[in-house]
């Protein structure tokens, strides 16, 4: 069966550090795009994506510098990397497959973020 699923959310305060994690089953992740997205109250976004036919990941502007898209494609999963959070950093969180930017699939469940004093 085909399946993301993310795990990690939580609640934190702000400029704190919080690492989602996103694992594949059911293909080979080396063989696809995998983009983590979010929805928030302003709508959804696509946060960072790490394509298979280019090494340097694309991200959001708001979050360079201080999110980073991990793919360890041995062990089929995708991590999110994200420090220096704010309070408008959550939201729930999603991977997802297939080609940045184009088109996504497969759909994990998601994972909260809460970032809140």
């Known amino acids: 069966q085909v399946q993301l699923v993310e795990s990690g959310g939580g609640l934190v305060r702000p400029g704190e550090s919080l690492t989602l994690s996103c694992v594949a089953s059911?293909?080979?992740?080396?063989?696809?795009?995998i983009g983590w997205f979010r929805q928030a109250p302003g709508g959804e976004e696509t946060v960072a994506c790490s394509?298979?036919?280019?090494?340097?990941?694309s991200y959001l502007d708001s979050v360079k510098g201080r999110f980073t898209i991990i793919r360890d494609n041995a062990r089929k999963t995708i991590s999110l990397q994200m420090n220096s959070l704010k309070p408008e950093n959550a939201a729930r969180y999603y991977c997802?497959?297939?080609?940045?930017?184009?088109?996504?699939?497969?759909w994990g469940q998601g994972a909260q973020g809460t970032v809140s004093s």
């Open positions: 059911g293909f080979t992740l080396e063989d696809y795009d």
């Open positions: 997802a497959r297939d080609r940045c930017g184009e088109m996504y699939s497969v």
């Open positions: 394509s298979t036919s280019d090494s340097v990941p």
